[in-house]
């Protein structure tokens, strides 16, 4: 089940040292294995080694620090993603960018995908932090791709749809680099085999969105 959401969130949560720090990185694994409702205030704190008040100190409540764990790894994801976006290049460089940013940052942070699949998955709709971002990512891949559609360089198809698709194998990559590694006999550093994917999905993207590479319908 999801935490409970409210119809506007307030601004960044202020996370302001070392303990709440600490708090955050324990939480975000908690959060991700065992979901927000299997996930005690109590079971943070001792896997933080902060006393059990800790959280009401540095946060308020569990509904505060489920939200400064989700800005956490959403605020800079969507900083990489945005640059990628708004960098030099045609729109196909541009996505090629943004999906091996997307893939790396949720391949160096295994929590993430974990935590994103939870809240997706829910009955209830996402926190309106991850709402925020999914949106946000959504529009920007959809801007390049219908820019892409507009001077000819991308295939004509729902603008909405690719986007969807151009997040989805970065999300899926990264949840199964780390069974693939024995599974696939792909026996390489952990680091360069998340690099390795990223260049492979960013190309796999690029050459399904590209003008000429038509799909069957």
Avoid: C, W
């Amino acid at each position: 089940m999801s935490p409970p959401s409210a119809t506007e969130t307030r601004g960044p949560v202020a996370v302001s040292s070392p303990t709440a720090e600490t708090l955050v990185v324990a939480a975000l694994g908690l959060f991700a294995e065992r979901g927000y409702e299997g996930t005690s205030v109590r079971a943070i704190t001792e896997a933080a080694g902060a006393n059990l008040a800790a959280v009401t100190y540095h946060f308020g409540s569990k509904q505060a620090l489920f939200e400064a764990v989700l800005e956490s790894i959403l605020l800079p994801v969507g900083q990489e993603i945005r640059e990628a976006s708004e960098a030099p290049g045609s729109p196909l460089e541009r996505i090629r960018g943004v999906v091996a940013a997307l893939l790396r940052h949720m391949g160096r942070t295994p929590a993430y995908p974990r935590l994103m699949l939870q809240q997706l998955s829910s009955h209830d709709l996402p926190h309106p932090v991850v709402q925020r971002t999914i949106r946000e990512g959504l529009g920007m891949l959809r801007g390049l791709v219908e820019e892409g559609q507009r001077d000819g360089t991308i295939r004509a198809g729902d603008s909405t749809l690719m986007a969807v698709s151009l997040i989805s194998q970065p999300v899926h990559m990264s949840i199964v680099a780390r069974p693939l590694r024995t599974v696939a006999g792909l026996a390489e550093d952990p680091e360069a085999l998340i690099d390795r994917m990223a260049v492979h999905a960013a190309d796999f993207a690029v050459r399904a969105l590209a003008a000429g590479e038509e799909m069957d319908p």
